[in-house]
């Protein structure tokens, strides 16, 4: 669907503006083909004769493609974790002997391990 929506709605108006399809025009011939002297206009010209070519609007394209991908994914497991993310609270008290944070209901500190008197309900900080 991302790559649909790549392809087919942010490409063309991009090509548009460049004048021409970028991936077919941008290419470096680094070794002829069969035909001798041959100029190749498009990518499909170089290829159908046999060309080795350096494709750089095809790797634009496709880096493009990968970013623009790559940001829908980030987006989407980013709505994911704030859909499915959830606060959990836990009532506290103090401990009467070293003051650190312990559950309401503990018998025993879990920092200082002392004995703690039973919890009454009126105390959560």
């Known amino acids: 669907m991302v790559r649909s929506f790549v392809n087919d709605l942010l490409v063309p108006p991009l090509s548009f503006v460049a004048g021409d399809t970028v991936r077919s025009r941008l290419f470096?011939?680094?070794?002829?083909?069969?035909?001798?002297?041959?100029?190749?206009?498009?990518?499909?010209?170089?290829?159908?004769?046999?060309?080795i070519t350096i494709n750089i609007g095809r790797f634009g394209h496709n880096c493009f493609n990968f970013l623009v991908v790559g940001l829908a994914v980030y987006h989407l497991l980013r709505g994911l974790k704030a859909f499915f993310e959830f606060q959990v609270t836990i009532q506290t008290r103090k401990c009467p002997y070293c003051y650190s944070d312990i559950h309401e209901l503990a018998t025993r500190c879990a920092f200082c391990?002392?004995?703690?008197?039973?919890?009454?309900?009126?105390t959560p900080v």
Do not use: I, W
């Open 28 to 51: 470096f011939v680094l070794k002829r083909g069969r035909t001798l002297g041959a100029k190749y206009r498009t990518l499909d010209e170089a290829a159908a004769d046999g060309a």
């Open 113 to 122: 391990t002392a004995v703690l008197p039973a919890a009454s309900a009126s």
